[in-house]
């Protein structure tokens, strides 16, 4: 019975899912925006919260942040900050005062309105990996540099996969094209091969610009209908310890100005860019990423704004960067309790230091994921895909976080935990007694196909079947749903004037010779 | 400077490795009992709890359990239940009353009393894979029956490991020795290999009393010595649903008389064994666990027990058995808050249904181990080892697993997320300013070699340092560490008069033809 049900719901087998259009390659969860009712892991007390605030608030204060984007230190002069060089110090009042400003939810809406998405609350959305220059897949077995065709099949892959909620940054950087126009081939692919919410680089006038025209273009918006709200989000770095640079700075206040999402994770690994200790290396984190927020709402008050986390420690041994640590988990546990105290949404990552789609990939993806979960992360950034403390992006590794993924979606349904009547099934209990099995019965037969969840991605059989199926681990069955995924790829609807406006704005903009350089 | 701290914490390197006694293949973590203070994850609200009680209540009262045992039976009708045939059907003042006296804490004492340990409360501890027949290494390949030189290697790295705590039932079943007397051989070896707590299987009289003598022997104790505190302990499965058999509750009754450790725990498979509703499986779990505490209890009133869970779901596809799946972690959650509301200790697993070493098998191990945190689990059965749902033990996992485990022991020190001054660390961000890193600074390196946690087996070297020492996936290099760990075991100290009376009664039981091999 049980192996019936399952073919039904299978919808015949082999033979259905070739009936089918090309998309279903497996049975996925539908796309939705999951809901964590989970009680966040708090490791700080109230005093513990004070500390880390006291300590943003003193270094703000006190040390100070260097600024280096001459419009934004005039615009932090003129807010009353007290301006020595490049180095601005600010007072907690100015902080606190902008910071509440900021909205503590906000939605992204992208061309295609039914992938909206909600910043905030409870919501966890997961994004593709983003921005490695290298690509690694079982097929080539080595890493080599990024190229456009990896980059859209792994927009594909973006694109396919429901647990997928937001197009991040390049999941590999095309080294192919040349960096100068490198933006705007990839936008054009990004906006042709996907409908989720986009991402801008904030690196340089020419990207921010040009990436917020095409997807203003691409959604078939005015202007003005582009900036009522916002369409898309860039992600900022600084450069840690206490430092924005600017051109981040620069498309940060673009953003902002045209009331987009704005998203700063600072990037402070203990014992490098930040304090070895790692309340330290939060409360730094936070303060690089507060007096950026404060002048997004400075600029446009109520601008949707995100603080993240990138706090990790390195490798004691060769000064590398570690992820999915312990002390990677507790660094965002705690930042999620600090972002909770400031009202804001919150970023942070699936990540892994592993070279290779292997254990040590897994138990250091399932240490950052179930830490995004356990702190309430709104925007789990690199949530696919990610190998090699992100210098590699590979499909393989993208199809098997997908899976996981997928078991936190499912782990965060409320059916996990029902205790209705027909849940505690006494009736059904009653019926079974002390012999035979639950199998065969009604409550069983009505909720089977349903009840638990479907891997995709997990082999289930016993040794002898998983043998006789060819014994393949879990990275090559990943392969070949890649594969599959790649070649019965279809691309969502998309009015064939958008397309050719897009076109004409890439081909026009790479007359003018795209984006300089030097940056 | 990262490079040099880290070598000299690690001793002068190769040589000074090769120069510390065999033991040392690896620098691993000390052995502690580690404190759980995170507050667990609570899905189910106050009514949720008070549903699920008065399922299993109901259960008790209205539709009874399946007593397979006469002297059972009989004490369940001395104490006032009602009997029909073998069914006992319980008031639930009698269970409240009978768990009410079982302890929320107690002690486990093995032959080195420095191996004690304290079950319940905030402590989680962690105990080797236990009984899987077949075996699994990446020298054989294959799946193969377990042998006792197999079972023997497994008990080396039980001992080894200090995050493994205890040492549960066989680690392989190793089925070249006969059934009969296996249980003398096993323990024989499990008592000279190791040092830390035993377990007993509760299969018929002669088993159980065997292994407590030989815990008795191997301690040194009189049979009041013994008795006079829980030296070992003994897991029982109900045969679900609702039905305990005859071997499980003699074993069951005789170790509660001696106030030894009882942990009861049902393998509810929701669909199978038990209704496909989570909440429904964790209260007839439940049920069935807490009829074995109040026997316990009415015996020995005081006497050690705790309640296990093994609530999981099945594959829709196979109806095969299914671990470490989203339903499998709201189960353990939801126990965890009965197991608190019942005031009793509680055991979970870490458990996976891959069949080899991969991606699969680290994702589904990690969810069952962060879930067994989640919990508040105390005992953390099948911590280390387990592949194919139970059915294979594999040493390339044990290793990967120990270091999943050290990473959560590491996770559960305060140090992680305190805040002290020292912590938030303004004067260090105060030097370092806006410029410059933190390496070399002395808040940095009076810290640096006990910062971060430092993996054993994960690699955290980048692509190309990784591919210049072989490109060795994760299971590979764990099979190397396997084999310098047995290679250089030292068998921890017994006394050499012990170790003969041990030997002596092996053979004495041997000769008498062990257990009879009908159950």
Not at 134 to 163: H, P, S
Not at 212 to 240: C, K, Q
Not at 379 to 394: D, K, N, P, R, T
Request: net charge negative.
């Amino acid at each position: 019975m049980a192996d019936s049900a399952g073919r039904r719901k299978r919808g015949g087998g082999r033979a259905g899912n070739a009936a089918r259009r090309g998309g279903a390659v497996i049975e996925q969860m539908p796309w939705r925006l999951p809901v964590n009712a989970d009680r966040p892991t708090e490791p700080l007390d109230e005093d513990g919260v004070n500390a880390i605030h006291e300590g943003a608030m003193t270094i703000l204060e006190e040390i100070g942040v260097a600024i280096l984007n001459p419009e934004a230190l005039e615009l932090f002069r003129e807010a009353g900050c007290s301006i020595d060089g490049d180095i601005v110090r600010f007072g907690r009042e100015f902080i606190m005062e902008m910071v509440g400003k900021a909205p503590e939810t906000f939605t992204l809406t992208p061309r295609n309105p039914d992938r909206e998405l909600i910043v905030g609350g409870k919501y966890i959305l997961f994004g593709n990996v983003s921005s490695p220059p290298n690509y690694w897949d079982m097929e080539i077995g080595r890493k080599v540099a990024g190229t456009r065709e990896q980059c859209a099949n792994l927009l594909k892959l973006t694109q396919y996969f429901n647990c997928i909620h937001f197009a991040g940054g390049y999941p590999v950087e095309p080294v192919d094209i040349h960096a100068s126009v490198r933006h705007l081939d990839v936008l054009y692919d990004k906006l042709t091969l996907t409908d989720k919410v986009m991402h801008a680089y904030s690196l340089g006038r020419e990207r921010v610009e040009d990436v917020m025209e095409m997807v203003r273009i691409a959604g078939g918006l005015t202007h003005e209908e582009f900036d009522a709200r916002p369409r898309m989000y860039t992600n900022i770095n600084s450069t840690s310890p206490l430092k924005h640079d600017y051109p981040m700075l620069d498309g940060w206040m673009r953003m902002a100005r045209r009331g987009q999402g704005c998203v700063v994770t600072p990037f402070t690994l203990a014992g490098a860019m930040a304090p070895v200790t790692m309340a330290g290396a939060v409360a730094q984190s936070l303060a690089e990423g507060l007096c950026a927020i404060a002048l997004a709402q400075y600029i446009n008050p109520g601008c949707p704004c995100a603080i993240g986390t990138f706090t990790s420690n390195v490798d004691m041994k060769s000064g590398a960067p570690a992820f999915g640590t312990p002390e990677y988990m507790r660094a965002t546990q705690m930042t999620g309790q600090m972002a909770r105290f400031y009202g804001l949404p919150m970023r942070s990552s699936g990540v892994c230091a592993a070279n290779v789609p292997d254990g040590q990939a897994m138990w250091e993806t399932s240490n950052s994921l179930w830490a995004a979960v356990q702190s309430g992360t709104n925007m789990v950034y690199h949530a696919a895909g990610w190998l090699e403390g992100g210098l590699i992006a590979s499909p393989e590794k993208f199809i098997m976080d997908c899976e996981v993924l997928q078991q936190i979606q499912r782990y965060m349904e409320p059916a996990t935990y029902a205790t209705t009547p027909d849940d505690i099934a006494l009736d059904a209990i009653r019926d079974v007694g002390n012999e035979g099995h639950f199998f065969g019965i009604q409550h069983t037969q009505d909720r089977y196909t349903t009840a638990f969840y479907q891997p995709f991605l997990s082999d289930w059989k016993n040794y002898e079947g998983w043998e006789a199926a060819g014994a393949v681990w879990t990275p090559e069955r990943a392969h070949h749903i890649f594969k599959d995924i790649i070649n019965s790829f279809e691309a969502p609807p998309l009015d064939e004037g958008i397309r050719e406006e897009l076109a004409t704005f890439v081909a026009k903009r790479k007359e003018e010779g795209g984006a300089p350089t030097d940056f």
